[in-house]
């Protein structure tokens, strides 16, 4: 039995929504992080460094969200890995670009205007942050001209590491009218499914 370790509101979310899109049964484990239980002897036995998401099958233990879901589809749902040589690589690119490249600077604006009390805040880190985005997401919007899926003509795990953490731009509110054929893109993943039912274990 599959069982993952967080909260669907947190990182462990595209975890959440690739369990929904693989069809796999699991079980959900919070983690209750103001008792520090992820600090927990117990806890630090199957994720040394203290964070959420993990994800256990059996006696089998993996952490870091984007490779729980790489283990994900190769046991369930093979196809969200890209199905040539080619898109697998592709696959690989935009899921490394959306955590190497895009999700850093979302998520310093995103600590700073959540997480720091409004007096305190770093305004030059925001500024700093927030102006290598524009960059980013027109690489995305171009990649994503006359096209409906990043790679190939299917969703695969590009669609979702990506758009997990693009869709962050709206709790930064940062504008992203300018950039059409992402939106485009990003009202169809919103049709999903299974992305519904993982909306419906956020609220
Ligand atoms: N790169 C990791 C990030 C995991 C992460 O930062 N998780 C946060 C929750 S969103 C956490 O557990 N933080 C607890 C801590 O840092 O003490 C992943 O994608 O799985």
Redesign the pocket.
Known sequence: MVTIY?SPK???GRCFWCLEEAQVPYDAKSIN?KEKQ??SEDFLKINP?????VLTDGEFTV????A?NHYLAETHKPELLGTTVQNKALVQQWTLWA?AELQPPIIDVFIQLVFVPEDRRDLKAIEKATAKLPSLLETLNAALLNKTHLVGDAFSLADLHVFSVASLCRDIKFDTSSYKNMNAWMLKILERPAYKNYQKLCN
């Open positions: 967080g947190s990182s462990s992080f992820h600090k460094n203290g964070k959420v998401p952490w870091e969200s984007m729980i955590l």
